[in-house]
Each structure stands twice: as structure tokens, then as C-alpha cells.
């Protein structure tokens, strides 16, 4: 039986200094290049959100993610992932229905508990409150994507007998992130399906979803893999380096793998190549991989890479995209 897998992009739309170009130029090349991804053969394109970041890490996926509605006609579009305890649920819930309606079911919305204090102290919540932020959340936008009258009242939310209109007809699926076991743990029990970072914690979720009485066979994993593929991946590995040393630390400071305090930085490029989540892979090297890892996981219903990385010229993303479509992706595809 033929399988289908999905291949796509990840963006995150950061344009940090010294690499720091005007915000127009990145959107402007960002939005014909995910044009181009889609002629060339990609089928998903993925949005992250961060908020108050110097290098304007994007805090409005949704609004992109109707602009790239706009210019493409087959792609699927999600986020991975918005920081849903910062957010009004009914809100997302109109916004995502909308986004729904205007690309004729393409949307998919996934979302992550957070991490980062700044951010929560800004929008008036409070770390501690994420787990209840979140599970009162995904019930108030499942309650409104269903066309249920709210009615909710929680420990953080309440809404009285309001309906989301206008209604989709494609409902998105609503997927959500994380890395610690109790967030994967509350992925198996009321999520369409796990967003992976870098394969980190795949085997949890299998194992969650059968401890909830559901079938690992059942499970749908969204990954957002890591890898760099190039046709010269030792010369990739010099020009994408401190590329790669900026996010990986970055990320670190902020508290994504653990408490910025105690969690060490990479001391330089290499290091954060060698030891990070990235793996440097040439075509023959990308096709035997992703063969292996979508044969080992029939779960994984979508595979999505860095387009770049923070500063990357787009161009030089745009490089490796073309390598992969055309001499990754059909291989792989026939291989499934």
C-alpha cells in the first residue's frame, strides 16, 4: 500500500543582528519562496510564534498564515506551534475558523503550553497556571469548532452561551508540542495528534496513547526535524554554523530545554552542530534516514524542516530546497 507523508517548511521568521535585514525584504522573499516550495513539490508549510524576541521572532503566525492562504492553492498550513496559554480561546477559535474558510480546509492549528516567563508576565498569566490554561482552552476552541454553545466556566475561563460563527467546513485538527511526560501525557488524552521537535519524545506518546486505551497504531505525529541537507555538508556545516549556534542558544536562554540556569550554552558552532538537535545529511544520507525514520514510525503523517536558520540569507535556504525537491523527496516518496 502506497503511503502518504507530507514534507514541508518551518519558519519562524527571525532576523536577528548582525545578519539583520528589512522586515519587508524577509517577509517579501520568505512568502515567493514558500510560492516556490509548493511548485517545486513541498506540502506543508509550519509557523511558530514567540513574543518581545530583538530579532522579531514572529508573534502573529495566524496573520502569515492567511497571507500564505492567499498565494498558494495546495499547501497545508499550521502552526507549530502558537503558545496557546497566552491567548483567548475564543478568539483563536474565530481566527482559526476563519483561516479555514479562506484556504478551503488547508489549515491545520497546533499548539504548545510555553515556556518563557517573559512572555507570561506580559500577557497578565502566571507559569504555574499553564496546564489548566491549556486543557480549559482546547476544551472552550473543540466546543466552538463542534458549533456547541460555550457555556464554559473554569478555574481561568469563562464564557457564557456563545456560539463561533461562521462555522468551517473542514474542522482543523488541532495538534499539540512538547518534550516533559506529563505534556505528552495530556498530547495522547485531547490532542488530534503530536507536533515532535527534533523526534524527542515520539516513544512516549505511543506509549501515552495506549496507557489512555487509544491505539499507538491510531497516533499521528507531526515532526519537526532538525536536519541540514545539503549536496556538501561539511562546507554547509561552515556557512550555517553560527547560524546555528545563535538559535540553539537562543532557545537555551530562554528555558526550552530545561532551566536557563543550570542548562549550559554551546561554546561555539561546532558544538552546537555536533551536540544540538541538527544533523548534517547529504541526499543519499537524507533518503536511507527518512526511509528509516517514516518506516519506523508510520505514525509521522508530516515532516517539516528549518526553511533557514535565524540570519540565513534566504537564498541560501532556498538552495537546499531545491536539493531536497529534487533529489530527496521523489526517492523517498517512491521508497514508501
Same mark, same amino acid.
Given at each position: ?10 519558519? &519562524? ?28 513539490? /513541498?506540502?506543508?508549510?509550519?509557523? %511558530? ?22 498565494? %498558494?492553492?495546495?499547501? =497545508?498550513?499550521?502552526?507549530? +506551534? ?19 474558510? +479562506? %484556504?478551503?480546509? =488547508?489549515?491545520?492549528?497546533?499548539? #504548545?503550553?510555553?515556556? =518563557? ?36 466556566? #473554569?478555574?481561568?475561563?469563562? /464564557? ?14 488541532? !495538534? ?17 495528534? /503530536? ?9 512516549? !506518546? ?24 545539503? &549536496? ?24 526550552? /530545554? ?17 551536540? #544540538? ?12 534516514? +527518512?526511509?528509516?525514520? +517514516? ?6 503523517k508530516d515532516v517539516h524542516f528549518w526553511a533557514q536558520l535565524p540570519g540565513e540569507p534566504i537564498a541560501a535556504g532556498q538552495r537546499r530546497l531545491e536539493y531536497v525537491a529534487r533529489h530527496v523527496l521523489p526517492k523517498v516518496r517512491a521508497a514508501l
Amino acid at each position: 500500500m502506497t503511503r502518504s507523508v507530507n514534507f514541508g517548511l518551518w519558519y &519562524d521568521f527571525r532576523n536577528p543582528s548582525p545578519w539583520q535585514v528589512p522586515f519587508e525584504t524577509l517577509y517579501e522573499g520568505s512568502l515567493d519562496q514558500i510560492v516556490e516550495a509548493e511548485r517545486l513539490g /513541498f506540502d506543508s508549510v509550519w509557523i %511558530t510564534e514567540h513574543h518581545f524576541c530583538e530579532d522579531g521572532y514572529t508573534p502573529s503566525p495566524l496573520v502569515i498564515a492567511a497571507a500564505i492562504g492567499a498565494r %498558494t492553492q495546495r499547501l =497545508r498550513i499550521g502552526t507549530n +506551534l502558537m503558545i496557546l496559554p497566552l491567548h483567548n480561546p475564543v478568539r483563536i477559535a474565530e481566527d482559526c475558523a476563519t483561516l479555514s474558510i +479562506l %484556504t478551503k480546509g =488547508r489549515f491545520d492549528l497546533g499548539v #504548545g503550553i510555553g515556556y =518563557r516567563e517573559l512572555e507570561f508576565e506580559q500577557f497578565g498569566r502566571q507559569l504555574s497556571h499553564r496546564p489548566s490554561l491549556m486543557e480549559e482552552a482546547v476544551s472552550i476552541i473543540r466546543r466552538a469548532w463542534a458549533g456547541e454553545k460555550i457555556s464554559f466556566e #473554569g478555574k481561568r475561563f469563562s /464564557f457564557g452561551d456563545i456560539k463561533v460563527t461562521p462555522l468551517p467546513a473542514h474542522t482543523p485538527r488541532l !495538534y499539540i508540542g512538547g518534550m516533559a511526560e506529563p505534556a505528552i501525557d495530556r498530547v495522547a488524552r485531547i490532542a488530534d495528534g /503530536f507536533l515532535s521537535t527534533g523526534g524527542i519524545g515520539q516513544d512516549l !506518546y505511543l506509549s501515552a496513547l495506549a496507557k489512555h486505551g487509544k491505539s499507538p497504531a491510531d497516533g499521528v505525529i507531526i515532526a519537526g526535524h532538525w536536519a541540514i541537507i545539503s &549536496d556538501d555538508p561539511e562546507k554547509e556545516a561552515a556557512a550555517v554554523g553560527p547560524h546555528a549556534l545563535y538559535q540553539s542558544n537562543q532557545y537555551i536562554e530562554w528555558g526550552a /530545554f530545561g532551566p536557563p540556569q543550570t542548562t549550559p550554552r554551546f561554546p561555539d558552532a561546532a558544538s552546537a552542530l555536533a551536540q #544540538g538537535l541538527y544533523e548534517l545529511w547529504d541526499g543519499d544520507t537524507a533518503v536511507r534516514k +527518512l526511509t528509516d525514520l +517514516l518506516t519506523a514510525y508510520p505514525q509521522i503523517k508530516d515532516v517539516h524542516f528549518w526553511a533557514q536558520l535565524p540570519g540565513e540569507p534566504i537564498a541560501a535556504g532556498q538552495r537546499r530546497l531545491e536539493y531536497v525537491a529534487r533529489h530527496v523527496l521523489p526517492k523517498v516518496r517512491a521508497a514508501l
